[in-house]
Structures are given as structure tokens and as C-alpha cells.
């Protein structure tokens, strides 16, 4: 499978192993966000538009080979993606260009882009063995981490929302 194995930092292209506990280049520090790169050339062979049209899998899971999950079995239940896309011929006027679409996210479990990113994010603290995680403390992106966390069963603590229910 076509599963990331490397990590680069987007501002000096140092190289790393996909390390679990690596978030940021070590010369460029909290700047050096690491880009996750995986086999494109395995990938585009296993990821085809027969593959694809083939699939009955209708969430973002269809791209798993492209994904950071090595265990199927962590993926969460709730279905997260293959939200419909919408041409709107006025808008493309107004703005000059031949087509424009608009993504419809707000069929996602918590109607937003990043359940996607919280999707993977528990797959993978699952991949490497976590029961306990924290949630984020941005306050949406901790609902959509939440939810994840739920639907797989696992506990979650959370700084933010410990913060604003000490407050009421």
C-alpha cells in the first residue's frame, strides 16, 4: 500500500522517517511545518478512475492507500467525506471563469471540512497503540476531534472545553 513514509519540512526540505511523536523539522523549529509524502507512483497504479468508479466505498476512505493508517480496523465508523459538489454558472460569471463549484461540507458529521483531518488524526493515534487523547483546544476543531474520539469508543480530554465549563 501506498502509505506516507516520509516527512519534509516545507521551508528547508530536511527529510525524516514518519515518526510518531515528530511534529516539526528540528533546525527550523515551530516554522517548520513537515509535509507527509507517500508512494505517488504505487499510489497512481492502485488509485485509478476504474479503481475509483469500481469502489462502493462513498466517504474519503476510497483514498486510503494514499492515507497515514496502517490498520483498516481504526478507521472511524462515522462516514466523513464524498460530500457533493455544486456548479454555480452565476457565481463563475461574476468572477470570470469558466466553472466554479461549491463544496457541500455540511454533510459531514460535525458540517465541516475538518472532520476529514480529525478523521485520520484518531485512525493514526489508534495505529500507534493511544486510548487517551487530547483534543485541541481551537474550539472547532475540538468538536470534529471529538467526535471521532467518540465514535471510536476512546477517551478524550479537553483543556478548552475543562476552561469554559469552570466558567458557567
Known sequence: MARSEILKCVLCGREYSAEPERYVCDSCGLDGTLDVLCDTGTAKSRITRATLSMSRDMSMWRYRDILPVHNDANIPDLSVGWTPLYENKRLASKYGVKKLYIKDDGRNPTASLKDR???????????????????????????????????????????????HLQQR
Open 117 to 163: 483531518a480529525s478523521a485520520v488524526g484518531v485512525a493514526k493515534a489508534l495505529d500507534l497503540g493511544r486510548k487517551l487523547l487530547h483534543a485541541p483546544q481551537r474550539e472547532m476543531l475540538q468538536a470534529h476531534s471529538l467526535a471521532s474520539l467518540r465514535s471510536q469508543g476512546l477517551k478524550a480530554t479537553s483543556s478548552y472545553l475543562k476552561k
